[in-house]
DNA sequence: ATTATTGCAAAGCCTTTGCATCCTA
DNA sequence: TAGGATGCAAAGGCTTTGCAATAAT
């Protein structure tokens, strides 16, 4: 992803562009590691030195609230960030605590066509992942 | 659960009986809540004020590792307990907090099925639930 | 008696907040 | 130039830790 499509990711979530949100962004959009925000400041940091923790956190969550990147937390209560937005699942490793990308149509397809035919009362669906839970092997 | 049926519990999970550990498993196995440890400590401090909200967190824990309770993290990175072990998924409220369980035997079915057929490679799967991020209506 | 458990307070980690300064549109 | 974004440091919430006192086998 160039500057100009990062710019333009940025704009097109309704803010305003500076340096700080173009190189956050570009950090997270560039790894699949899901990174903390810690880890985003890490890599900015290198370049930036002026980049302070707390911008990042406060960027990253302008982010998620623009719908440009994704949040969850892992197992330890960590926040976690992904460029990725199409649903998708993770896989959870206990032991390292890395988390992968687990993408499957057919299982995507499954939990969707569940869920249509299988209506939850009194509940606005919002968004569905599986958590899968084990150890690299 | 009476009182013989949790010292069985405690005591199966091959740790010794005590009084607060009565009380605080008692306490999580009453509620399908999905409490968190302020919430239990709330609830076992007005018979027995003398117990430390450290202790609980402790004896949380302790349970955890015995397998005769489970943990896991909520939207917003706070620990959750819950008494019941079998599989099941939970509904988040994202307006609330609340969490809800949702059981539906074909969707587990469904569910192993899939990895039933479809191993991930590299990696040893321990347990499998599904996450429905929404919100009451 | 020995070893684990508890209570208490302090420390830790991650995250948010407040406010003055700076910058984008 | 007006309003939002940033940097910094302080505070906040939740959880863990250390250690002396206590209780269970």
Redesign the interface.
């Known amino acids: 992803m160039d500057t100009e499509a990062i710019k333009d990711k940025i704009v097109q979530g309704g803010l305003k562009f500076t340096h700080q949100r173009m190189v956050i962004y570009e950090a997270v959009s560039k790894t699949h590691n899901h990174p903390t925000a810690e880890w985003v400041y890490e890599q900015v940091h290198e370049q930036n030195p002026s980049i302070s923790l707390g911008t990042v956190y406060k960027t990253l969550d302008t982010f998620v609230n623009a719908n440009i990147i994704q949040k ?8 976690r960030f992904d460029g990725i937005m199409e649903a998708h699942s993770h ?1 959870y ?2 032991e390292t605590n890395e988390i ?1 990308d ?1 993408r ?1 149509q ?2 995507e397809k ?2 969707k066509e ?2 249509d035919k ?1 209506k ?1 009362r ?16």
């Not at 919002?126 to 690299?136: F, L, Y």
């Open positions: 969850f937390v892992d197992n330890n209560g960590v926040m896989l490793d206990n992968r687990y499957n057919e299982l499954l939990i569940f869920f299988n939850i009194d509940f606005e669906v919002e968004d569905i992942s599986v958590v899968i839970k084990g150890h690299n092997k």
